[in-house]
């Protein structure tokens, strides 16, 4: 069983950056291909990130694909996205989940974390 915690988000101007982090515990962490979502309100959940259990691949949504990065410590057990030049339209609330085989679709993600809000204000 691995469990999630995510942490960073909060409120921030349009234009600016924030970093999430989020620490994962309970797994052999480099097994797992890890993932961003999001989830706006009145919204489904949708796929952001991703990126492969040692780190050398990754993989972005369109509309965040040149202002995302995700990266990840396979010694500290954590998973990170740098989200820059944000937008009102990516205010969500945002999951790090882990997944046994690499893939950008949410139902096949295995563990979640219980999520943080990112909110960027005009």
């Known amino acids: 069983q691995v469990q999630l915690v995510e942490s960073g988000g909060g409120l921030v101007q349009a234009g600016g950056s924030v970093r999430l982090s989020c620490a994962a515990s309970?797994?052999?962490?480099?097994?797992?291909?890890m993932g961003w979502f999001r989830q706006a309100q009145g919204k489904e959940r949708e796929f952001v990130a991703a990126?492969?259990?040692?780190?050398?691949?990754?993989y972005y949504a369109d509309a965040v694909e040149g202002r995302f990065t995700i990266s990840r410590d396979n010694a500290k057990n954590t998973v990170s996205l740098h989200m820059n030049d944000l937008k009102p339209e990516d205010t969500a609330v945002y999951y790090c989940?882990?997944?046994?085989?690499?893939?950008?679709?949410?139902?096949?993600?295995?563990?979640w974390g219980q999520g943080t809000q990112v909110t960027v204000s005009p």
């Open positions: 989940a882990a997944s046994f085989k690499w893939t950008v679709v949410t139902d096949a993600y295995d563990y």
């Open positions: 309970g797994g052999t962490f480099r097994n797992y291909a």
């Open positions: 990126i492969t259990g040692s780190g050398g691949g990754t």
